[in-house]
């Protein structure tokens, strides 16, 4: 899933390309080379995903400010 824009990718297409690659490599039997090439993958879909958080979380947090609310919104991540 290399594009030339990353932040393009719809978060859903991100997430989903991101728990491939962690399934390939928990399996334990990709070469080293294959391994480093996905774990660079893993990397940049991982900040194409926070971004795209941070960026939802900006937009809320005005939406809300508009209406007159004054606590931040915080996006609550999985643990």
């Keep these: 899933m290399t594009t030339d824009n990353e932040n393009e ?3 859903e297409d991100a997430m ?3 728990e491939k690659i962690v399934e390939k ?3 334990g039997d990709v ?3 294959k391994a480093i090439t996905y774990y ?3 990397m940049k879909l991982s900040k194409v995903c926070s971004d795209k958080l941070v960026n939802v ?3 809320m947090t005005k939406i809300m ?3 007159g609310e004054t606590v931040p919104f915080d996006i609550q991540e999985e643990e």
Aim: no cysteine.
């Design 65 to 67: 400010n508009e209406q």
């Design 9 to 11: 990718v719809p978060f």
């Design 16 to 18: 989903l390309e991101l």
């Design 31 to 33: 070469p080293l080379e």
């Design 57 to 59: 979380q900006d937009k």
């Design 25 to 27: 490599l928990e399996k």
């Design 40 to 42: 660079q993958e893993g």
